[in-house]
């Protein structure tokens, strides 16, 4: 039998052009980040959501928009990045559509970080089966700067905006009823602090949306004395989200090209700024200097926002563990002899205002040294300093003012206020400028000997102070959530 030359002919065809090209193809359809709208928009596996701040402000107050060359130009609301975008799956769950997040939508009880972590792999919502508890990462994602911070004390939300879109995810303030604070509402993530809080406390990264915080909260109770319990958001999909990929591009500047943002190498204590030339700057002028920046040949620097701040935090690294700053060491960051005279590492000012109902007097910053407070000695009435919350939190400071008016810091954990902070600046991202913002709401801030003493801890009209840090409650209110931490067989006021 002769055989036919087509055929063989159109068997190497398809031996050699068809079957690659069809294989190719076969492979490419199973790696679920490639394809061809991904490339064509420019995605990124870290994309970075907008905080959703849309209001400027001033030290105390709104403000219109300032101008290029004004004061407070540059903040967080003059520029837009990825618009915070969810569907509601009709299904009990709801996908984030910047970050291709798929998250549970009802937190329902709270429960203790041991249950957390065991009902992830046991939740079968919408009939998926590979939920995990978010990272730190993955759940600041939610976070969005439109939500008001609100007086600790108060036992009022109805006012109150959360720190999370309540159109998708529901949400609930503490209930003062049940002896909790307006402001319990943390939030779980899998994420541990490398080290301890407080005197050897185990201690988890958590997400405060009720306040707009990230704090570690230690995973005992010092109310009850037993395990602490949490709100939970179970998460699914994109398992590249909050991993960094970080490129030193030899000239300054770090590329994360992961999230697409560059960064700069070293920090404002390297290239001396402030009036100290030690780094240090009030908010406002923060924002003159980044905005002001000639860098690396790039002149279009600016002062990140508070969610691209928490993006380079490397949550494996801490001053104790590993004596650096939590960041990657391709970056350079400034060590200070901080309060208690030991080298430590800085907080970092971002753009975002952390503002209240009446207020605007303070701004989001990322510690990415020890996040220090006074605690008190209930017993002896004296504060020693510790890291109460951890590096990597995300605190706030007074926007200017003197620091030394705040000898034992402010809040619960009397968090250290600093006021002068470092900056790290950033450019590139999503972020475009945005020329003007909604019509001015806030009528007035406090007036500033009022906000000084809410600042200081001292008590308003109508409060008084008990011992071991009882400020705050009314007279004859019994404290509710004010609880002690016995460290060492000395016990020191707590209030996560």
């Given at each position: 039998?002769?055989?036919?030359?087509?055929?063989?002919?159109?068997?190497?065809?398809?031996?050699?052009?068809?079957?690659p090209?069809?294989?190719?193809i076969i492979?490419?359809a199973?790696i679920?980040?490639?394809?061809?709208?991904?490339t064509?928009?420019?995605?990124?596996?870290y994309?970075?959501?907008?905080?959703?701040?849309?209001?400027?402000?001033?030290?105390?107050?709104?403000?219109?928009?300032p101008?290029?060359g004004?004061?407070?130009?540059?903040?967080?609301?003059?520029?837009?990045?990825?618009?915070?975008?969810?569907?509601?799956?009709?299904?009990?769950?709801v996908?984030?559509?910047?970050?291709?997040?798929m998250?549970?939508?009802?937190?329902?009880?709270?429960m203790?970080?041991?249950?957390?972590?065991?009902?992830?792999?046991?939740?079968?919502?919408a009939?998926?089966?590979?939920?995990?508890?978010?990272?730190?990462k993955?759940?600041?994602?939610?976070?969005?700067?439109s939500g008001?911070?609100?007086?600790?004390?108060?036992?009022?939300?109805?006012?109150?905006?959360?720190f999370?879109?309540?159109?998708?995810?529901?949400?609930?303030?503490?209930?003062?009823?049940?002896g909790?604070?307006?402001i319990?509402?943390?939030f779980?993530?899998?994420?541990?602090?490398?080290?301890?809080?407080?005197r050897?406390?185990?201690?988890?990264?958590?997400?405060?949306?009720?306040?707009?915080?990230?704090?570690?909260?230690?995973?005992?109770?010092p109310?009850?004395?037993?395990?602490?319990?949490?709100y939970?958001?179970?998460?699914?999909?994109?398992?590249?989200?909050?991993?960094?990929?970080?490129?030193?591009?030899g000239?300054?500047?770090v590329?994360?090209?992961?999230?697409?943002?560059?960064?700069?190498?070293?920090?404002?204590?390297?290239?001396?700024?402030?009036k100290?030339?030690?780094?240090?700057?009030?908010?406002?002028?923060?924002?003159?200097?980044?905005?002001?920046?000639?860098?690396?040949?790039?002149?279009?620097?600016?002062l990140p926002?508070?969610k691209?701040?928490?993006s380079?935090?490397?949550?494996?690294?801490?001053?104790?563990?590993?004596?650096s700053?939590?960041?990657?060491?391709?970056?350079?960051?400034t060590?200070?002899?901080?309060?208690?005279?030991?080298?430590?590492?800085?907080c970092?000012?971002?753009?975002?205002?952390?503002?209240?109902?009446?207020?605007a007097?303070?701004?989001?910053?990322?510690?990415?040294?020890?996040?220090?407070?006074?605690?008190?000695?209930?017993?002896?009435?004296q504060?020693?300093?510790m890291?109460?919350?951890?590096?990597?939190?995300?605190?706030?400071?007074?926007?200017?003012?003197?620091?030394?008016?705040f000898?034992h810091?402010?809040?619960?954990?009397g968090?250290?206020?600093?006021?002068?902070?470092?900056v790290?600046?950033?450019?590139?991202?999503a972020?475009e400028?945005?020329?003007?913002?909604?019509?001015?709401?806030?009528?007035?801030?406090?007036?500033?000997?009022?906000?000084?003493?809410?600042?200081?801890?001292?008590p308003?009209?109508?409060?008084?102070?008990?011992?071991?840090?009882?400020?705050?409650?009314?007279?004859?209110?019994?404290?509710?959530?004010?609880?002690?931490?016995?460290?060492?067989?000395?016990a020191?006021?707590?209030?996560?």
């Amino acid at each position: 039998m002769i055989e036919n030359p087509n055929n063989t002919t159109l068997e190497k065809v398809w031996l050699h052009c068809y079957i690659p090209v069809i294989l190719y193809i076969i492979i490419l359809a199973r790696i679920p980040c490639v394809s061809a709208a991904d490339t064509s928009a420019g995605r990124v596996p870290y994309t970075i959501v907008d905080t959703a701040q849309v209001r400027c402000y001033s030290n105390n107050a709104e403000i219109e928009f300032p101008e290029a060359g004004a004061a407070f130009f540059g903040q967080d609301a003059q520029y837009a990045g990825n618009e915070p975008a969810y569907k509601d799956n009709g299904d009990g769950t709801v996908t984030d559509l910047n970050t291709g997040l798929m998250w549970q939508s009802d937190p329902g009880e709270k429960m203790t970080f041991k249950q957390a972590v065991a009902g992830a792999s046991r939740c079968r919502i919408a009939g998926y089966e590979d939920w995990r508890l978010p990272a730190i990462k993955e759940l600041y994602s939610l976070i969005l700067f439109s939500g008001t911070d609100p007086d600790p004390m108060s036992r009022d939300s109805s006012r109150q905006r959360p720190f999370i879109d309540t159109k998708y995810f529901k949400f609930q303030y503490g209930n003062p009823d049940r002896g909790e604070r307006i402001i319990d509402s943390q939030f779980a993530t899998g994420t541990k602090y490398v080290s301890t809080t407080m005197r050897g406390d185990e201690t988890m990264f958590g997400v405060n949306f009720a306040d707009g915080r990230i704090k570690g909260y230690g995973m005992r109770s010092p109310r009850t004395g037993g395990d602490k319990t949490f709100y939970v958001l179970y998460v699914r999909g994109n398992t590249s989200y909050g991993k960094n990929d970080f490129k030193d591009n030899g000239d300054g500047t770090v590329t994360d090209e992961a999230t697409g943002l560059m960064w700069m190498k070293i920090d404002s204590g390297t290239l001396e700024a402030g009036k100290n030339k030690d780094g240090k700057l009030n908010w406002r002028e923060a924002l003159d200097w980044a905005g002001n920046l000639q860098y690396a040949g790039y002149s279009d620097w600016r002062l990140p926002n508070v969610k691209e701040l928490q993006s380079i935090v490397d949550y494996t690294r801490s001053p104790a563990t590993t004596n650096s700053a939590a960041v990657d060491p391709v970056f350079q960051t400034t060590s200070f002899i901080a309060e208690g005279g030991r080298e430590d590492y800085p907080c970092y000012w971002s753009g975002t205002t952390h503002a209240g109902l009446s207020r605007a007097g303070t701004a989001a910053y990322v510690a990415f040294g020890r996040s220090f407070g006074w605690m008190r000695n209930r017993r002896t009435g004296q504060y020693m300093l510790m890291d109460v919350h951890g590096a990597g939190s995300q605190r706030s400071d007074p926007k200017s003012g003197d620091p030394s008016r705040f000898p034992h810091g402010r809040g619960p954990q009397g968090d250290v206020i600093r006021i002068y902070n470092f900056v790290r600046c950033v450019r590139g991202g999503a972020a475009e400028p945005r020329a003007a913002g909604p019509k001015v709401e806030m009528q007035q801030a406090p007036r500033r000997h009022q906000f000084e003493r809410q600042q200081n801890g001292m008590p308003r009209p109508g409060m008084v102070t008990g011992r071991g840090g009882n400020s705050g409650m009314r007279q004859g209110q019994r404290p509710s959530s004010l609880n002690f931490v016995r460290c060492c067989g000395i016990a020191y006021s707590r209030m996560d």
